[in-house]
Antibody
């Protein structure tokens, strides 16, 4: 089983921007579908975005147009560019290997915390 | 969009059997996956494709899926099984994954 290590989370003002990274190891990253899943404090899991191994991208409605997922296969790294951040984007953001449908999320990183507050 | 419904909480005494259900329209036609999340930890897949168990997951964990309900069954419950459990499927109309709201398992 591989490993995923997220970074980049921090405190940011509403309307601000942030870039999250997820460093992957122990599996063939380049042909793997990768995802961002978030969890607001005390709440359940919410899928945010996916990029397939063929660079197709998908977003949940609430982040469409504000967030951009990308990957650098030479660095085995997944990114999430987050713009126009809102208070409701506050969450622990997990990187997870999985999909596309109907495949499960095989394994997850430990998460990076994004706090949007004035 | 597709909705998965889970009970907020379930409890079981050590050694007993815990059953955690997940409801959805015609759920039996989809592949259901289950994740365990212990406090302060990342989710871990415990069942995939309705009833398959990843390596390293105890045989005490099993799953089934029929009609409108999928069930995660934990036999001989242990204190270490106390966690939140989430079911997940893919919404074929949006091609997006969907999670249930999660069920907290309390070991009495």
């Amino acid at each position: 089983e591989g490993q995923l290590l997220e970074s980049g989370g921090s405190l940011v003002r509403p309307g601000g921007s942030l870039r999250l990274s997820c460093a992957a190891s122990g599996f063939t990253f380049s042909n793997s579908a990768m995802n961002w899943v978030r969890q607001a404090p005390g709440k359940g899991l919410e899928w945010v975005s996916m990029m397939t191994g063929t660079y197709n991208t998908y977003y949940t409605d609430s982040v469409e147009g504000r967030f951009t997922i990308s990957r650098d296969n030479s660095m085995n790294t997944l990114f999430l560019e987050m713009n126009s951040l809102r208070v409701e984007d506050t969450a622990l953001y997990y990187c997870a290997k999985g999909g596309p449908q109907p495949r499960p999320f095989d394994f997850w990183g430990q998460g990076t915390l994004v706090t949007v507050s004035s | 969009s597709y909705v998965l419904t889970q009970a907020h909480s379930v409890s079981a005494a050590p050694g007993q059997t815990a059953r955690i259900t997940c409801g959805g329209n015609n759920l039996g036609s989809k592949n259901v996956h289950w994740y365990q999340q212990k406090p302060g930890q990342a989710p871990v897949m415990v069942i995939y494709d309705d009833s398959d168990r990843p390596s390293g997951i105890p045989e005490r964990f099993s799953g089934s899926n029929s009609d409108n309900t999928a069930t995660l069954t934990i036999s001989r419950v242990e204190a270490g099984d106390e966690a939140d459990y989430y079911c997940q499927v893919w919404d074929s109309s949006t091609t997006h994954p969907v999670f249930g709201g999660g069920t907290k398992l309390t070991v009495l």
